[in-house]
């Protein structure tokens, strides 16, 4: 038997506004910190955009399998890794939406992870990992206040993962993690389809980065060799693996956004679980029930220094972390930690974490080649220059209501 989780990353950022459209608003305070700081209207119009190509009809589509499938003796199932800036975009913006995955998750076919709420680096910051912890016990509620429901499994931001980072998520109460399936990492015979250990003893399901871009990257390219993907070609790759699990992780936004409609990603999804029916040993299942189900089969092992991800050629934090702008503003931001909870103005606390969101860093990432043009595809501000003037003034502006040095 091998089995097959479908999982899904979903996150907004709350982008910024360039700097001469917020120098004016010296005195702004409590709740208009938000609108002061950040673009309301260019959130709101990115988040629509998404929702009409994604959030909305790839959800009812995953709505209405999750009802098929139900009383099928092999069910579909699915799990979503959704932030907490995305879940606030939802209550904003449309909260018919957020009644979609709602009733997802009524139908108990739907995994909910957690991880931080704002999408952040906080897992880097120091040993304690203070904030950190504060933000995945903020996401976990939400969730719980959402979905009724807390998380058993955690998914950190972009899966970085190291050996410290699990034991503070053991810590946490968690009963595994998710990271990447790094090839360094699964030195000798260790394949990503096992369920290992970190070393503090915590479930480490890894993401098959292979099979998940086969759908959520190469699905669209007519040069790649396996184009065009049918469902029934890509159960039966599934079926020749005769590993015990296979974690399919993906960005829920590649589904009618980065591949269109027109590109067949909604139907490739909608005969997937048809077509994984025809091989007895495919079964779906979610994060915790694989934790649960399977044996933990070894040990890997990330020292603190040698943090991997998701993101980019490396699996490393270089996509954030890489140049002295993302690292400049990084430790800024750490930085003020300190003024900016010690103020107990919650509004300026909100807006520090917003910023922690680890899009700001990303869209300064000055690499080039294939991860460059990915960088760039996702900016929200045209240059890798502007992104850093928004940031950076936004944190000179913040630390000054904070009384920071």
Same mark, same amino acid.
Do not use: I
């Given at each position: 038997m091998t089995l097959i989780t479908l999982f899904f990353f979903a996150h907004q950022p709350d982008r910024l506004l360039p700097y001469? &459209?917020?120098?004016?608003?010296e005195n702004v305070s409590g709740r208009d910190l938000h609108d002061h700081f950040f673009d309301d209207t260019l959130n709101r119009e990115v988040f629509h955009k998404v929702a009409g190509k994604c959030y909305r009809p790839a959800t009812s589509l995953l709505l209405d399998?999750?009802? &098929? /499938?139900k009383d099928h003796d092999k069910p579909f199932r699915v799990a979503f890794g959704i932030s907490g800036t995305l879940l606030d975009q939802m209550e904003r913006y449309d909260s018919a939406l957020l009644d979609i995955f709602k009733e997802l998750a009524d139908t108990g076919m739907a995994e909910f992870t957690g991880e931080t709420y /704002?999408?952040?680096l906080a897992s880097l910051f120091d040993a304690e990992r203070i904030e950190f912890k504060e933000q995945a016990e903020m996401h976990a509620q939400k969730l719980k206040d959402l979905f009724g429901v807390r998380p058993c499994v955690f998914r950190n931001t972009e899966c970085?993962?190291?050996?410290?980072i699990a034991a503070t998520v053991q810590a946490l109460g968690y009963e595994g993690i998710i990271t990447e399936g790094v090839d360094w990492v699964?030195?000798?015979?260790?394949?990503?389809d096992f369920i290992y250990r970190a070393p503090c003893g915590l479930p480490t399901?890894? &993401?098959? /980065?292979?099979l998940s871009d086969d759908v959520g990257y190469r699905f669209t390219n007519r040069d790649w060799d396996g184009w065009p993907l049918s469902a029934d070609t890509f159960a039966g790759w599934l079926a020749g693996n005769t590993d015990m699990h296979t974690l399919l992780a993906l960005d829920y936004e590649a589904i009618g956004e980065h591949m269109w409609a027109d590109s067949g990603i909604f139907e490739f999804l909608r005969h997937l679980p048809g077509e994984m029916e025809k091989h007895a040993q495919l079964e779906f299942t979610t994060p915790t029930e694989a934790v &649960?189900?399977?044996p933990v089969m070894g040990e890997i092992s990330v020292d603190d220094y040698a943090t991997i991800s998701w993101a980019d050629m490396e699996r490393d934090t270089s996509a954030w972390l890489g140049?002295?702008?993302?690292?400049?503003?990084?430790?800024e931001l750490k930085r003020l930690e300190g003024s900016v909870k010690e103020s107990g103005d919650p509004y300026l606390l909100d807006s520090w974490r917003r910023m922690l969101t680890s899009d700001h860093l990303y869209y300064m990432a000055s690499k080039s080649m294939s991860d460059g043009d990915v960088h760039k595809y996702f900016s929200a501000y045209g240059s890798l220059f502007e992104a850093f003037l928004r940031l950076h003034t936004a944190i000179l502006d913040l630390r000054k209501r904070a009384g920071g040095d």
């Open positions: 001469d &459209r917020r120098r004016e608003g399998l999750a009802k &098929r /499938y /704002y999408h952040s970085l993962f190291n050996n410290g699964l030195e000798g015979w260790k394949s990503p399901l890894l &993401r098959n /980065y292979r &649960r189900r399977l140049n002295e702008m993302q690292r400049f503003c990084y430790e």
